[in-house]
């Protein structure tokens, strides 16, 4: 990329289109994990739009990338990232990309746009610079921003996060020694196990059943006393109509939880569905024999 007054930059993913109104300096750029300071000006019918940036807009603001918890966090990340140290550039978003709280307030809904200056950062370690302990550390940091989101109902973001954390597990298991750090080792497997049943819980606000059974199967394999699990995987499964591995799921969660409420409950409505599809086979086979 150019980064020259006046070039136009494209993310890859088609999310954002720049053009730098004054060219920074040196030749590196934040990476994942950097302290930046930054400074975001918009103003799109009086609305300052700092709940959807994650930061205040229209003075300095320090950010840590990677940390953000607004609806366009994840993008203010990437544009940062591709910007050197005091440029500042227009940022154009799509309709598809801007949060739908912009579009009553835009003249147009094809485009939402802002100003980003990047005036200073420090770069971090790159990731296969960090040690266990550091990436553990990220992953929890993920896991815990991800919860956050959980609770506000960004369940986009808050898969992101989970994500993120499950790509830090993945990256560490590669490297490890079991005779080293043991407590570190089993925290990376306990916070790999909580990202994916975590991960699960929004699929299964998104209707995507298969990835949940997929994921609480994950967890399942790290620790099969995991009673959220079984449950999350039961849930999936019912809605699967795969009805026998559905109570098999309930079945153990109960083993492990007899007084848990939403498995008793889960368990009762399995059966009466259970029981409805018999119902109907019996009334099928009559018919075929009358």
């Not at 994500?163 to 080293?180: K, M, N, P, T, V």
Request: net charge negative.
């Amino acid at each position: 990329m150019d980064g020259s007054t006046g070039s136009v930059w494209s993310a890859p993913d088609g999310s954002f289109t720049k053009t730098v109104v004054s060219s920074g300096s040196g030749l590196e750029k934040p990476n994942e994990g950097s302290n930046c300071c930054i400074k975001i000006e918009s103003s799109v019918g009086g609305h300052r739009y700092e709940d959807i940036f994650g930061c205040p807009v229209g003075a300095e603001a320090r950010i840590v990338l990677g940390n953000g918890l607004g609806d366009l966090s994840r993008l203010v990340d990437a544009v940062v990232e591709s910007m050197r140290k005091g440029e500042t550039s227009t940022v154009k978003i799509s309709s598809e990309v801007a949060p739908a709280k912009t579009h009553s307030r835009r003249e147009s809904e094809a485009e939402f746009s802002f100003k980003l200056t990047l005036v200073e950062f420090q770069r971090t370690k790159e990731v296969h610079e960090l040690t266990l302990k550091e990436k553990v550390e990220r992953i929890r940091n993920y896991k815990t921003s991800g919860s956050e989101c959980f609770k506000n109902d960004k369940l986009e973001l808050a898969e992101s996060f989970y994500i993120r954390g499950l790509q830090y597990a993945i990256i560490s298991e590669q490297f490890l020694e079991e005779d080293e750090f043991p407590e570190v080792i089993e925290k990376l497997w306990d916070l790999k196990k909580l990202c994916l049943l975590n991960l699960s819980a929004c699929q299964l606000k998104t209707d995507r059943y298969m990835d949940v059974v997929t994921n609480c199967t994950s967890a399942i394999e790290i620790d099969n006393i995991s009673v959220k699990g079984y449950f999350r995987r039961g849930l999936a499964r019912m809605n699967l109509q795969d009805y026998e591995l559905a109570m098999e799921d309930f079945s153990r969660g109960l083993e492990l939880a007899p007084n848990n409420k939403q498995l008793s409950d889960q368990m009762k409505l399995l059966k009466a569905k259970m029981q409805t599809v018999d119902d109907k086979y019996a009334m099928s086979m009559k018919k075929l024999f009358d």
